[in-house]
């Protein structure tokens, strides 16, 4: 009987796991049903009045007792809008003339830290507040946030209120090292990676997902190279050899590399988890961790990211989580709810997005793998999935403390896609994620190409210089896109980076005077994949990529 029972349970799961092969939620095998995936993101209702999406978050996740002393602010957003977003509420305005302004008040526990007159409809406007009085401890402070709205037209004013967590963690334990958040672009904080001290500088890694089995493990010499390539590195378990793991992180510490710690096999086990953490948390050289690669894609159960987060940070606390997403639409707030950073990885070179060339099947919203999902196969694809992304944080309020990374396709020759992506159709998707808001580019994978490679290394030296722009809290953006050549301008003072990728597989030019905000006679080129600055145009080669400042 018992054995009956079992027999017919083993039959029953291996049936519901033949049909449950699914990539996305979506079933790809031939033969296999339409079913519908569900778990799609729900698109905001629209108010017929206008709204007020209050919000509130302090500049910096976390602060430290080094950082009392010195007085920090409170990002304050009050974007006026009709969809019906997170935490925004209905607000009176008048019918003509100036919107007018809140009066904000920060506090925690009753105890008003901060006050201020915010204009309506204002992005980043900073309160200043001070750390003093507060003990630090490993529990986040819960802060209130007010805002009063009055009006002549109003008998009453109008309350809108919201939430954050300021975080003032105790001194880390010897040797380990911090890395913060600056919310107000979303950049990382750090210090050197050699554990030598120095101070926070932003980073802005841009590297590769590198092979661990057969690569790292098998010549230390070669993170020297990838050093002098200007990359950061993420290894990729599995780490069968701790003795080697061991040997690449101190040559890592060494050099000044940051370390990206993947645990893409064993996020979902407690024990293999505290086990990792507790080995790797006081290395110098940490960045990050990472937790699910794809999770998304293998359905893996809805509460596993978040329950990883949990515990690393009950574990460690002083560095942020990251995973990545490779869905289009599939329970994405429940995924990116385990993370402070998450990354999308849309490949969209050489695959037939439509029909796929492994299963034999089409590819639609509900139905079949074909190795990018919900895609058109074309480079808008990496933009569009940025945006969406971008606009998820934002209708889920959670735009000030996550971040969003790209991962470029820098492989091919294998399954859905055919061919290895030339080095500058690589710099086009890299570009393409930073202009709509990628703060990290961290492409699979290492070992690629020999042109690929030089193309990466070139933006990567460069970005020092860039990043002085895209991360700087002080930078107004600007997008454009014209003909398919896609522009990110970032203007600190009077100077201003233009960051402009073709999309076309054709030359294109972009006067100078088309790109928004750009003032200024004097046009230096700081990076150049197929691009140039002549006769007061932009010129491109065939997905050519140029980088300028403009001052
Ligand atoms: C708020 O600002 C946005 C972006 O600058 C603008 O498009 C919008 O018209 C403004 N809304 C109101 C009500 O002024
Ligand atoms: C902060 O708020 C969260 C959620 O409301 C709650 O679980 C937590 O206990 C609060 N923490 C403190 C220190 O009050
Ligand atoms: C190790 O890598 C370095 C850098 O790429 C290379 O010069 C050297 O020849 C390699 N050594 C071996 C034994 O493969
Ligand atoms: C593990 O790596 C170390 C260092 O590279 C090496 O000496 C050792 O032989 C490796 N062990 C195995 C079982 O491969
Ligand atoms: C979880 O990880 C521990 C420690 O590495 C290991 O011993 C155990 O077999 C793992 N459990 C599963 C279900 O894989
Ligand atoms: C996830 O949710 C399931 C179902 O609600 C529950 O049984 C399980 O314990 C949860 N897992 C974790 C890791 O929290
Ligand atoms: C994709 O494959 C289908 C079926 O073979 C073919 O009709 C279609 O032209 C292909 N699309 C592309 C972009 O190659
Ligand atoms: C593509 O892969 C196959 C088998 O993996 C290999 O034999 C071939 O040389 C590769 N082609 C290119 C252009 O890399």
């Known amino acids: 009987m018992l054995r009956t029972a079992f027999t017919t349970l083993l039959v029953v799961s291996y049936l519901a796991r033949a049909y449950a092969q699914t990539w996305c939620g979506k079933n790809y095998m031939a033969g296999s049903p339409v079913i ?87 992005t980043k406007f900073e309160l200043p507040f001070s750390l003093a009085g507060f003990s630090p401890r490993a529990e986040a402070y819960n802060v209130t946030c007010t805002a009063e709205y009055s009006s002549s037209s109003l008998s009453k004013p109008q309350q809108f209120s919201t939430g954050a967590a300021l975080s003032l963690l105790p001194d880390p334990p010897a040797g380990r090292s911090v890395t913060k958040m600056d919310l107000r672009t979303g950049a990382l904080l750090a210090k050197p990676a050699t554990g030598n001290g120095g101070s926070y500088e932003t980073v802005f890694p841009i590297g590769f997902y590198t092979n661990f089995a057969g690569y790292l493990d098998s010549n230390l010499t070669l993170l020297n190279v990838l050093k002098e390539q200007g990359f950061t590195v993420h290894p990729v378990p599995t780490f069968d050899n701790l003795t080697a793991l061991d040997l690449i992180l101190d040559r890592m510490q060494e050099l000044g590399l940051y370390l990206m710690y993947d645990m893409r096999w064993t996020y979902m086990n407690d024990t293999a988890v505290t086990e990792e953490v507790n080995r790797i ?25 978040s329950h990883a987060y949990d515990l690393i940070y009950s574990l460690d606390g002083y560095h942020p989580v990251s995973l990545v997403l490779n869905c289009e639409d599939y329970f994405w707030t429940q995924y990116t709810s385990g993370s402070d950073i998450v990354m999308q990885d849309t490949y969209m070179i050489s695959n037939n997005v439509t029909f796929s060339n492994q299963w034999e099947t089409p590819c639609t919203l509900d139905y079949g793998c074909c190795g990018c999902d919900d895609c058109k196969g074309n480079f808008e694809d990496i933009s569009t999935r940025m945006d969406d992304f971008a606009e998820r944080l934002w209708d889920n309020g959670w735009d000030r403390t996550k971040a969003v990374w790209t991962v470029p396709q820098a492989f091919g020759n294998d399954t859905y896609w055919t061919r290895q992506p030339t080095g500058k159709e690589y710099i086009v998707q890299a570009v393409l994620g930073i202009n709509h808001g990628g703060l990290g580019v961290v492409a699979w994978n290492d070992p690629t190409t020999p042109e690929i490679k030089a193309s990466a290394s070139a933006l990567a030296l460069a970005l020092p210089t860039m990043q002085d722009f895209i991360l700087s809290p002080s930078a107004s953006f600007a997008h454009v896109s014209s003909g398919q050549v896609d522009v990110g301008v970032w203007t600190v003072g009077a100077r201003s980076l233009v960051l402009a990728t073709n999309l076309n597989y054709a030359e294109a030019t972009l006067p100078l005077a088309s790109v928004p905000g750009v003032e200024g006679k004097s046009v230096q080129q700081v990076f150049d994949s197929g691009a140039s600055f002549a006769g007061g145009k932009f010129v491109f080669e065939s997905t050519g990529t140029g980088g300028f400042i403009v001052s």
């Not at 950082?67 to 305005?93: C, H, M, R, Y």
């Not at 948390?281 to 990211?305: I, M, Q």
Request: negative net charge; aromatic residues 6%.
């Open 281 to 305: 948390k006081n290395r110098p050289n940490l960045l990050l961790w990472y937790t699910g690669d794809e999770p998304d894609g293998t359905s893996d159960p809805l509460n596993a990211t």
């Open 36 to 122: 519908p995936p569900g778990g799609q993101f729900p698109i905001s209702a629209t108010s017929s009045s206008p709204l007020l999406a209050f919000r509130c978050a302090p500049a910096i996740k976390p602060y430290l007792p080094e950082d009392v002393p010195t007085l920090s602010s409170f990002i304050i957003d009050t974007p006026i809008t009709k969809s019906e977003i997170t935490g925004a509420a209905p607000i009176s305005l008048p019918g003509h003339g100036s919107l007018g302004s809140v009066a904000v008040t920060v506090s925690v526990d009753g105890r008003s830290l901060a006050t201020g007159v915010v204009p309506l409809n204002a």
